[in-house]
Nanobody
Framework: VQLQAFGGGLVQTGGSLRLSCAASGRTFSNYNMGWFRQAPGKEREFVAA????????YYTDSVKGRFTISRGGAKNTVYLQMNSLKPEDTAVYYC????????????????WGQGTLVTVSS
């Protein structure tokens, strides 16, 4: 059972990136999923979450209006579209699965993928 996040990279301030999180080994179409990030020297924090149906999405205040979480691939893939990126968005981004709907707590998520690095240059 694996979650794999990819799509990170280097982008200038104001640019966009789309992160993807693909599941293998089992289907995650019935699981709520989320994205977290960890900036250098900081604790990992919640970014966004989406319900298993894709009908509900939740965001931390600092990314509202800029980031969009969505599901695709028969709901077994989760995306994080990041627009208007800022240097403070620089972090390693992690996807996670299997938590109560809308949970912002890391301890609630059972499955975790490896991170993908997003660097926003000023």
């Amino acid at each position: 059972v694996q979650l794999q996040a990819f799509g990170g990279g280097l982008v200038q301030t104001g640019g966009s990136l789309r992160l993807s999180c693909a599941a293998s080994g089992r289907t995650f179409s019935n699981y709520n999923m989320g994205w977290f990030r960890q900036a250098p020297g900081k604790e990992r924090e919640f970014v966004a979450a989406i319900s298993w149906s894709g009908g509900s999405a939740y965001y931390t205040d600092s990314v509202k209006g800029r980031f969009t979480i969505s599901r695709g691939g028969a709901k077994n893939t989760v995306y994080l579209q990041m627009n208007s990126l800022k240097p403070e968005d620089t972090a390693v981004y992690y996807c996670a699965a299997d938590a109560p709907t809308g949970s912002r707590l890391q301890r609630d998520y059972y499955y975790w993928g490896q991170g993908t690095l997003v660097t926003v240059s000023s």
